[in-house]
């Protein structure tokens, strides 16, 4: 089962993604199933996680709250309240937690994405298309 905390910073780029596309028609778009079916991968994901929500228990709240944030995208404060609302619905449902980690992990997206045991490093860089080098010398 994925870190509530975790599952939640995952979802929002995704949801605020839709949101940004949709624009205050959001809610209308995400329910309608015809509705942009082109949408680049990103959409698509947030889409698919949106429409999830809006069926469970907090979905009028967190559609009142994605509202907000396509309206202001920007806003902190209504980044939060969505943060917020999406952290209540995951703590009373544990089918929409388990629901939402699937269509994350499907999309490629999760904690288990990578694990690393570093002992005695001087430098790690973790994640896809990185590159790093580093050059040490030995104490004298």
């Not at 209504?78 to 994350?104: E, F, G, M, N, T």
């Amino acid at each position: 089962m994925a870190d509530l905390g975790v599952l939640v910073q995952d979802v929002i780029p995704f949801v605020s993604a839709a949101a940004g596309v949709y624009g205050g028609a959001v809610v209308q778009k995400v329910t309608d199933a015809a509705a942009d079916a082109g949408a680049d991968a990103t959409v698509g994901v947030g889409r698919r996680l949106l429409r999830r929500l809006f069926t469970s228990g907090r979905g009028e709240q967190i559609q009142a709250a994605v509202v907000e944030v396509a309206e202001s995208p920007e806003d902190e404060a209504s980044v939060a309240v969505l943060r917020a609302q999406l952290v209540k619905a995951l703590s009373q449902d544990p089918q929409l937690l388990q629901d939402l980690s699937q269509i994350l992990g499907e999309a490629g997206v999760g904690t288990d994405r990578y694990k690393v045991t570093v002992t005695g490093s001087q430098g790690v860089q973790i994640g896809s298309g990185n590159t790093q080098t580093n050059t040490f010398t030995s104490p004298a």
